[in-house]
């Protein structure tokens, strides 16, 4: 089926956090349960705006972006939705609406990601260490591409 791509409202939330805690066990096993709850969701998208990928009426994925910094928090796909255009097409939402560059950052443990973004032409522009372990700050030309 068809990925279309559209910006969030407030009924799309449910399957966002369903996503968000489905994703996050998948990826990072090793994170304390706490951490992949519906209200975890919602407090870590607090004053952000999301996109979500849709199959029909089926979201598999969302993306969500601190406008006030350029800054791209979540990007989530659902594993079994993953691989298949749904996080490029996200970011292809959200970049051409960004005044200048995008920023995100990225755990260096997550190669998968790292690789993805990689390809995609994001660039390396810091790095730092949080509870969860070291992280990669990368950067990619916003606006119009
Ligand atoms: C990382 C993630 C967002 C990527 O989204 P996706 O939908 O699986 O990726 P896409 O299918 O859109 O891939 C887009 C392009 O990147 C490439 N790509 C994807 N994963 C890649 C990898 N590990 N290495 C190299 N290239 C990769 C694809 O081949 C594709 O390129 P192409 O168009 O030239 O063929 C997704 O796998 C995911 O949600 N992972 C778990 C959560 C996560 O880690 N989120 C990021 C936290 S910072």
Not at 27 to 45: G, K, N, V
Not at 76 to 102: F, H, N, S, T, W
Request: glycine share 10%; aromatic share 10%; with cysteine.
């Amino acid at each position: 089926m068809t990925i279309s791509v559209r910006l969030a409202s407030d009924l799309d939330q449910a399957a966002c956090a369903r996503v968000f805690v489905e994703t996050m066990a998948a990826t990072f096993p090793q994170e304390p349960a706490e951490s992949r709850t519906e209200a975890a969701y919602r407090h870590s998208t607090i004053g952000e705006e999301q996109w979500v990928a849709a199959e029909g009426s089926d979201v598999i994925g969302f993306i969500s972006v601190y406008w006030p910094t350029n800054f791209i928090h979540s990007l989530y796909i659902r594993p079994d939705r993953q691989g298949q255009g749904a996080g490029q097409r996200l970011l292809g939402a959200v970049l051409p609406r960004a005044k200048g560059d995008m920023e995100l950052k990225t755990d260096k443990a997550n190669q998968r990601a790292f690789a993805f973004y990689r390809h995609l032409g994001w660039r390396v522009v810091g790095e730092g260490m949080a509870a969860t372990g070291p992280w990669w700050r990368l950067r990619r030309a916003g606006g119009i591409l």
